[in-house]
């Protein structure tokens, strides 16, 4: 028998199902928030009303566009965290109710671990070791991979994540929320050297990052040549920030790659959906890297990578797996 997997995203103001066969992914249905924009950001206790009022709708629609039986869905995982809590306990709670009344096992899935392994969703196998570097709204890591359940935290960020820097700056300049693809797409008719924002360096740890003094940068050059706030360059600072943060995203990448002497380097999370950041790591390839990107579609949060981490977990040895009770009715029942 092999794994039939339900697969639910609440974290943060997507909420998303996923239906998977192994590894092949049938569907994957993505009910995104938008009201929030009004807002200026998220609204943690109006992202899950929300999710309560969305989820069935959501996880029926995934059943049926998958084409499966649903009594043949046989596994259920879901992001368990981090994220905002009001909303992760409503996919959270809602997998593990289908689970328990169905019987069937249930797996909880840590969310960042779910984007470091995105990339390689319609592969058919993983190189390890890669480096690994995840940036999203909430977070921005740099990975040593070397197995399923096998990775280091080689550096994070010290203040914002790269992300958060995005919204932030995007709300600066009066963008809509959220800021990345926004900026992402002033920035295209920009001009990247119009001014240089400094990308801040982390005294004693090579691989940590910091966002907030760009953040600062942009704040105080726009009071200081814009203090009416007209007639702002708005591509041009788009361009400038976004190349700021890109190289820095880069450098230290770069760096981990070489002293670990590894040339797979993977980019997931939603601001691996950045086309500055895609088009800058890409060039690395002329340079023997081999770079991986989720397809866009998977780079900010859906319920494909959830199913698709439960998978692998599923694929992988019992005796490493946290949810070692959890996990172990998962493959007997996998096992035959
Ligand atoms: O992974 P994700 O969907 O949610 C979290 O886990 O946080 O990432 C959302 C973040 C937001 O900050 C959003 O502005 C950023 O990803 N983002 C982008 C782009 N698309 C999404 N940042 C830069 N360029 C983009 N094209
Ligand atoms: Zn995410």
New binding site residues.
């Given amino acids: 028998m092999f794994p039939v997997i339900l697969a639910i995203e609440s974290?943060?103001d997507?909420t998303s199902a996923a239906v998977l066969k192994n590894n092949a992914i049938l569907s994957n249905v993505i009910s995104s928030q938008y009201f929030h924009k009004e807002f200026g950001g998220i609204v943690p206790e109006l992202a899950s009303r929300a999710h309560i009022k969305t989820i069935d709708r959501i996880v029926n629609k995934a059943i049926e566009e998958s084409g499966i039986d649903k009594h043949t869905i046989n596994c259920v995982a879901a992001t368990a965290g981090p994220g905002l809590i009001g909303s992760l306990l409503v996919g959270y709670n809602y997998g593990r109710s289908f689970a328990l009344s169905r019987n069937i096992p249930f797996i909880p899935v840590n969310?960042i671990e779910s984007?470091l392994f995105s990339s390689f969703i319609g592969h058919d196998k993983i190189n390890f070791p890669f480096i690994a570097l995840v940036v999203?709204?909430?977070?921005t890591l740099l990975f040593h991979v070397r197995g399923i359940n096998s990775f280091k935290v080689l550096g994070e960020t010290q203040d914002d994540a790269a992300?958060?820097a995005?919204?932030k700056v995007a709300k600066m300049l009066g963008l809509a929320y959220?800021?990345?693809?926004e900026?992402?797409r002033l920035a295209l008719d920009g001009n990247e050297n119009y001014h240089k924002f400094p990308s801040a360096k982390v005294k004693g740890k090579i691989y940590d990052f910091s966002f907030s003094g760009v953040k600062t940068s942009v704040l105080y050059f726009l009071r200081r040549n814009f203090p009416d706030n007209k007639n702002i360059p708005l591509s041009d600072i788009c361009a400038s920030f976004q190349k700021s943060v890109v190289s820095s995203l880069i450098e230290k990448t770069k760096l981990a790659a070489d002293e670990f002497g590894i040339k797979m380097i993977t980019v997931s999370?939603?601001?691996s959906?950045?086309?500055k950041l895609r088009k800058e790591f890409k060039k690395l390839e002329q340079r023997g890297y081999n770079i991986y990107f989720p397809e866009k579609k998977y780079?900010?949060?859906n319920a494909a990578m959830i199913g698709y981490i439960a998978y692998l977990k599923i694929n992988e040895s019992k005796n490493q797996i946290q949810e070692a009770n959890i996990l172990e009715e998962a493959f007997a029942k996998f096992k035959h």
Wanted: hydrophobic fraction near 15%.
């Fill in positions: 974290s943060c997507e969310h984007h999203s709204g909430g977070h992300g958060e995005f919204d959220p800021g990345g693809p900026i992402d999370g939603g601001v959906a950045n086309s780079s900010t949060d």
